[in-house]
């Protein structure tokens, strides 16, 4: 035997068949970050691993394998968040939860692993507003990413917002005094929204949306935005 064994207490993220009964996972670890592991057998009748290969399971896994190419050996259930299927718009949440989980962890980020965990877990709970969960989960990516961005006063005058704001990638959330060139204008009802100020599900989706945005003007991660579009 040369094959290396790992373990490691992970989120599944992904799942794609594979051949006639396999699946290829995509993990994210606390430790690892990133990782693809394969399912044996996992689609046919009564298979024991099928679990491990449903995207929302995390618990700790054990692979086997080396250099990238790992097969799931055992799996012990921690939590599989199943209350997020409950309601559509907690399922899509939770989609974009798991989207962002693994385009942010290609290098390991045990923060943004705690908040996407916190996230999923109150999504399962069946949140008042589920916009909320969305973006605390995003803005603690940010601040994991060193870009801790609040949108309740100006970065660079400290007065407190009121209204719209302005944002741009050398001087974070800005007044409309402070404002230099090349900003992106955040409207009043984001702005509110994105500070905690005020809570709603339509505003918050295209406030969400807006964030997103501004994740990828600043960490270069591109979240993909087609879970809340599903929802407007
Ligand atoms: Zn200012």
Redesign the pocket.
């Known amino acids: 035997m040369t094959s290396d064994s790992l373990k490691l207490k992970a989120i599944a993220v992904r799942a794609v068949p594979y051949g006639e009964s396999d699946m290829i996972v995509t993990l994210v670890g606390v430790e690892t970050g990133k990782i693809t592991a394969t399912a044996k057998g996992c689609l046919k009748r009564g298979a024991k691993l099928r679990y491990a290969a449903e995207p929302f399971n995390f618990g700790d896994y054990v692979l086997a394998g080396r250099n990238g190419r790992y097969v799931i050996v055992e799996c012990s259930q921690i939590e599989n968040f199943s209350g997020i299927t409950a309601d559509i718009n907690c399922y899509y949440d939770g989609c974009l939860i798991l989207d962002a989980l693994a385009r942010l962890s290609e290098e390991p980020s045990p923060e943004v692993f705690l908040c996407a965990l916190k996230a999923l877990a109150a999504l399962a709970a069946g949140p008042d507003d589920p916009s909320a969960v969305v973006r605390d989960f995003l803005l603690g990516a940010l601040e994991a990413g060193g870009s801790s961005l609040d949108f309740s006063k100006?970065?660079?005058?400290?007065?407190l917002l009121d209204g719209e704001a302005y944002f741009s990638d050398a001087d974070g959330i800005?007044?409309k005094?402070?404002v230099g060139e090349h900003a992106i204008e955040i409207d009043a009802g984001t702005r509110a929204f994105l500070a905690g100020e005020s809570g709603g599900e339509t505003v918050g989706i295209r406030a969400n949306i807006r964030l997103i945005e501004l994740v990828y003007i600043m960490l270069g991660v591109k979240i993909n935005t087609r879970f809340l579009t599903e929802q407007i």
């Open positions: 100006c970065n660079v005058c400290g007065m800005v007044c005094h402070c």
